[in-house]
């Protein structure tokens, strides 16, 4: 009997914390609970608020900065008159620049770039390749509907100085064609790609298609991916009135690096034009 009892007072201590834990839930104040263990009361230290801070002042919450926006313009597109059969920039004498985007259009990239160029009101210049339109036909459809411009940079992306003149003119006709069945307008300027063209074979590109050969000044090696900071900040140190920029939305990380690099090129007081409207400027 004696055992039996103290087996039942063992019993008691042992389920004493699970009693008061059960308290604790169902009370909606742990003091009671407290009480009621055979714990002694815990010491309660008083907690002293914080003393304020001296020569603390107001800090106004950051506020994000509304979108800049390119002037829209009603610039002259003909470039009919030009001569120059090669240009690597505009009117060094305008704050005019172009945005160019090679080797699209891809799908995610694109969709996304034209987004962040429309809340801007930017115009570019997009050097897409034939089979790429071929696949893409809505892309390049909602290219000339915002106002951007497309540049021919042939049907494959092989190297044009490699190729003979036969070869070169079923890559211009077949990325041209591309273009003309999506969106019923024909490309005014190309672009060979890695920038390979002979001085001869840009003269009879010229004299056959009036196509001037479209380079650039402004080279971040985007394709490299070297990260958006430092495509930001090659764009950044490089533009100067007339800058054609030359970057890839076949990349996602020169996509990424898009908004902050024009918003920041926008503060500079640049205004972005197509590459014909660039051209049509410095006649
Ligand atoms: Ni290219």
């Known amino acids: 009997m004696a055992y039996k009892v103290t087996m039942r007072f063992n019993l008691l201590r042992a389920l004493a ?38 020569n603390v002042q107001y ?28 240009w690597s920039r505009g009117n060094p004498n305008q704050k005019y620049i172009a945005l160019t985007f090679d080797d699209g259009p891809v799908t995610s ?3 996304r770039l034209l987004d962040m160029l429309k809340r801007r009101n930017i115009k570019a210049t997009f ?12 892309l390049v459809k909602r ?7 497309l540049g021919n940079h042939t049907w494959t992306h092989g190297k044009l100085t490699n190729m003979s003149d036969t070869k070169v003119r079923w890559e211009l006709d077949k990325n041209r064609d591309a273009i003309v069945a999506a969106t019923g307008i024909k490309p005014r300027t190309m672009r060979p790609p890695y920038g390979a063209l002979s001085t001869r074979q840009r003269n009879w590109i010229f004299k056959e298609y009036g196509y001037p050969t479209i380079l650039w000044d402004v080279d971040p090696e985007d394709w490299k991916k070297p990260g958006i900071s430092v ?12 800058s054609i920029i030359l970057l890839h939305d ?15 090129l926008l503060r500079k007081g640049y205004k972005f034009v197509t590459v014909s409207q660039l051209i049509a400027l410095s006649k």
């Open 143 to 149: 290219m000339v509907a915002e106002g951007h411009e």
């Open 17 to 54: 914390p699970v009693f008061t834990a059960v308290s604790c839930t169902l009370l909606s104040s742990c003091g009671l609970a407290v009480m009621m263990s055979s714990d002694p009361a815990p010491v309660l230290t008083p907690v002293q608020p914080a003393p304020l801070a001296k």
């Open 59 to 86: 800090v106004a919450p950051t506020i994000k900065a509304p979108t800049l926006v390119n002037p829209s313009s009603s610039l002259s597109s003909d470039i009919s008159g030009n001569t120059q059969i090669s």
């Open 231 to 242: 495509v930001k900040d090659r764009i950044l140190s490089k533009t100067r009135n007339g």
């Open 109 to 111: 990239n694109t969709t």
């Open 250 to 264: 076949l990349h996602s990380v020169s996509v990424d690096a898009v908004p902050s690099t024009v918003d920041a």
């Open 127 to 138: 050097y897409v390749l034939g089979n790429r339109v071929q696949n893409n036909p809505s």
